[in-house]
């Protein structure tokens, strides 16, 4: 069973602020690594993909790969509240996918 | 330019009747996959396929049935619904390459077995 972690949460940021989510994982294997947004009644939306060590960014989002350490994250910057949602982390290592239980980012203005 | 849809998108049915929701996708993705999210489960994996003709399970199908016979159409049946099957169902497709196995989902079903 491939397991994927993620911080508890809720997580509670400032209007502005840099808002930060981990993730770590078990697969050693895994090689392909997503983060997705999902507002409260909505489906899972895809906001970054990442498959090799290092960051990744675009627009506000950053994805940071540690596959030494089975460790992903994910920085929000200047949060916004329409950032207010659950994050998941998924993971992959040949067609499906792995989801952590997410983590629930609350944007306070 | 829909890509993904489900159908329907609210259900509610009782105890030991079948029921089948649908998924359709517009973007000829080779593979399909059926989730559900329960609180405190997070995204569970069902059913998935990798083409028309071939599917295989997951790690909760007991209760389940999938079929696709054609490559847009992924139908999720629930033989005999049980209380315990209550949940959001989510369909999902991805493109054909290992080594960019990007999942986009379809809106969801939401179902309530009495």
């Known amino acids: 069973q491939k397991e994927v972690e993620q911080n508890s949460g809720p997580l509670s940021v400032p209007e502005g602020a840099i808002a930060s989510l981990n993730c770590t994982y078990s697969?050693?294997?895994?090689?392909?690594f997503f983060w997705y947004r999902q507002y409260s009644g909505k489906s899972p939306e895809l906001i970054m993909s990442?498959?090799?060590?290092g960051d990744k960014e675009d627009g506000r989002f950053t994805a940071q790969l540690n596959k030494a350490s089975q460790y992903v994250s994910l920085l929000i910057r200047d949060s916004q509240p329409s950032d207010s949602a659950t994050y998941l982390c998924?993971?992959?290592?040949?067609?499906?996918?792995?989801f952590g239980a997410g983590t629930t980012v609350t944007v306070r203005a | 330019d829909a890509g993904i849809t489900q159908s329907p998108r609210y259900k509610i049915t009782e105890t030991g009747r079948q029921v089948t929701l649908m998924c359709h996708q517009t973007?000829?993705?080779?593979?399909m996959f059926w989730y559900r999210q329960d609180l405190g489960h997070g995204l569970r994996l069902i059913y998935y396929?990798?083409?028309?003709?071939?599917?295989d399970k997951g790690e909760v199908s007991d209760g389940y049935v999938v079929s696709r016979s054609k490559t847009e159409n992924f139908p999720l049946t629930l033989e005999s619904a049980t209380r315990s099957q209550t949940s959001v169902y989510f369909c999902?497709?991805?493109?054909?390459?290992?080594?960019?196995?990007?999942?986009?989902f379809g809106p969801g079903t939401r179902l309530t077995v009495l």
């Open positions: 697969d050693r294997g895994s090689q392909s």
């Open positions: 998924a993971v992959g290592g040949d067609y499906k996918l792995s």
């Open positions: 990442i498959y090799s060590n």
């Open positions: 999902a497709s991805s493109p054909t390459s290992v080594n960019y196995n990007e999942q986009f």
């Open positions: 396929s990798a083409a028309a003709d071939i599917t």
């Open positions: 973007w000829s993705h080779s593979y």
